[in-house]
C-alpha cells in the first residue's frame, strides 16, 4: 500500500458464502478492499486525528499501512465516504443480466442503465462463458465479473481519497519515529494538510492488492 502508480484495481478475486445472483456469487461487501458507499458522519478534523493516532499505534507495534488491521479497517471507512454505490450497481447489475441473459445468442452485449449506473455483458460463443462490466454514474468501471472470479476497480475519486489518507498516515508515522510527541491529538503539520488536500491527480493510487 505504498503510495505509486498503479492500475488501480484490486486482483481477480472468487468470494464464497455471499449469496447469488442468477447463479453469480456476490462479492463480500465487507471485505477490507471491496468499497461502497457509506456516509460515517466524521469530520475531516477527526479522522485526521484517527488517522494519526493509527499510525502511532503503528509505529509502536512495528507495523505500517496494510500490515496492520487497524490501518485496513480505518482505509475502508475513509474511503467509502466518497465510493459509489458499488453494492447497488453490482446487485442490481446482476438482476438485469440475470432477466436478459437467455436472449442473448452473439458474443456480444447486453446493456443496460440502472438508476447508478450501467452494466454490460456478453456471452462467449461457446456459451461456457461469460464477462460483465459494471459502470458508475460517471462513466467509470467499478467491477467486473468473468468465471475466474471478480475484479474490483478503483475510481479517480477514491484513488485521491486514498492517496490524502496516506499522506496523512506517513508524515505522522514519520514524525512517530522521530520520536516527535502527538500535540493535543495532532501529529501532522497544517501546512502540509492543506497541501494534501489539493493533492487530487489519479496517478498517485493507493496499492491495495487483495
Not at 19 to 38: M, W
Not at 81 to 106: C, F, Q, Y
Not at 108 to 131: M, N
Not at 178 to 206: H, K, T, W
Request: charged letters at 25%.
Amino acid at each position: 500500500m505504498q503510495i505509486h502508480s498503479s492500475n488501480g484495481s484490486l486482483q481477480q478475486r472468487v468470494f464464497s458464502g455471499t449469496g447469488s445472483i442468477g447463479g453469480i456469487h456476490l462479492p463480500d461487501f465487507n471485505d477490507k478492499y471491496v468499497f461502497t458507499k457509506k456516509k460515517s458522519g466524521i469530520s475531516k478534523e477527526e479522522y485526521r486525528k484517527q488517522i494519526a493516532e493509527q499510525a502511532y499505534k503503528d509505529f509502536e507495534n512495528g507495523t505500517f499501512q496494510n500490515k496492520s488491521e487497524g490501518f485496513n479497517k480505518l482505509m475502508k471507512i475513509y474511503t467509502s465516504e466518497v465510493s459509489p454505490d458499488r453494492k447497488g450497481i453490482i446487485t442490481s447489475g446482476l438482476k438485469a443480466v440475470s432477466r436478459n441473459r437467455e436472449n442473448v445468442l452473439k458474443p456480444i452485449d447486453f446493456v443496460a442503465t440502472l438508476l447508478e449506473g450501467e452494466v454490460r455483458y456478453q456471452k462467449q460463443p461457446s456459451g461456457d462463458s461469460e464477462y460483465i462490466e459494471f459502470y458508475d454514474k460517471n462513466g467509470e468501471m467499478v467491477a467486473s465479473y468473468s468465471n475466474k472470479g471478480w475484479t474490483m476497480f478503483t475510481t479517480n475519486e477514491e484513488a485521491a481519497r486514498q492517496t490524502e489518507m496516506c499522506m496523512i498516515y506517513n508524515a505522522a508515522w514519520g514524525n512517530a519515529r522521530r520520536g516527535i510527541p502527538m500535540a493535543g491529538g495532532d501529529a501532522v503539520n497544517p501546512v502540509n494538510l492543506e497541501i494534501m488536500e489539493n493533492m487530487e491527480s489519479p496517478q498517485n493510487r493507493f496499492d491495495a492488492k487483495a
